[in-house]
């Protein structure tokens, strides 16, 4: 089984719906975050969470927001989705620490028309 | 703002040879640095870190670090077809919250 599982892998949605996509570690680690890809754009940061009780904005949290259910889940709601938020959404954990290595869950495919 | 920059690419070598990825940040006090690679559709996978100044090897990949010139490269040697990919260059901040700023990529294409 996957260490980090994200669902659901593949979503369609409208403009204005709520969307929420999930995440879920089996890595034991205590920090969460959400980043979205664009092509030609890298991996940028949404929100980050260092346990259940810490939530941070990362570089573009506008439009986002998160819930830590509990150290192994980590939700990102889009409240009222726009096209402009149609990319490939990702989800990584790690350990705290210098060497702060962080392993990512297979993605979410987000279509917003 | 905390950048890192990639060559930008695409970049193709042919089978066998050397494949160089290049790589600098802005951010002078950055301690932690990570090359991904990145399948199509795929989610980043973690190949290389390196945490001082000098190389790295693991394999048939070398990682370079050089705080000085706030500069890291990665090398690929025999290069094969499945090392066709994107190359994300990961830069961990300075200070207590650690965040991941990570390059744009540079993707590399192997020819047979």
């Known amino acids: 089984d996957a260490d980090v599982t994200q669902t659901p892998r593949n979503r369609i949605t409208k403009t204005g719906k709520r969307i929420m996509l999930e995440c879920s570690q089996t890595?034991?680690?205590?920090?969460m975050y959400w980043y979205r890809q664009d092509p030609g754009l890298g991996l940028r940061l949404i929100y980050y969470?260092?346990?259940?009780?810490?939530?941070n904005k990362g570089e573009i949290s506008d439009g986002y927001s998160v819930s830590r259910q509990a150290q192994a889940k980590f939700s990102l709601s889009l409240e009222s989705a726009i096209p402009n938020q149609t990319a490939l959404y990702f989800c990584?954990?790690?350990?705290?620490?210098?060497?702060?290595?962080?392993?990512f869950g297979p993605g979410t495919r987000l279509l917003v028309l | 703002q905390k950048e890192v920059e990639q060559n930008s690419g695409p970049l193709s070598v042919p089978e066998g040879a050397i494949a160089s990825l290049n790589c600098t940040y802005s951010?002078?006090?950055?301690?932690?640095f990570f090359w991904y690679r990145q399948y199509s559709g795929k989610s980043p996978e973690l190949i290389m870190s390196?945490?001082?100044?000098g190389d790295k090897e693991d394999g048939r990949f070398t990682a370079q670090l050089n705080k000085a010139s706030q500069y890291v490269s990665l090398l690929i040697r025999d290069s094969q077809p499945s090392d066709s990919a994107t190359y994300l260059c990961?830069?961990?901040?300075?200070?207590?919250?650690?965040?991941?700023?990570f390059g744009s990529g540079t993707q590399l294409t192997v020819l047979p």
């Open positions: 990584a954990t790690s350990s705290a620490g210098v060497q702060e290595t962080q392993y």
């Open positions: 890595k034991g680690h205590d920090r």
């Open positions: 969470s260092f346990d259940v009780k810490d939530i």
């Open positions: 951010d002078r006090g950055s301690q932690s």
């Open positions: 390196i945490y001082s100044n």
């Open positions: 990961a830069v961990a901040s300075s200070g207590s919250a650690r965040q991941l700023t």
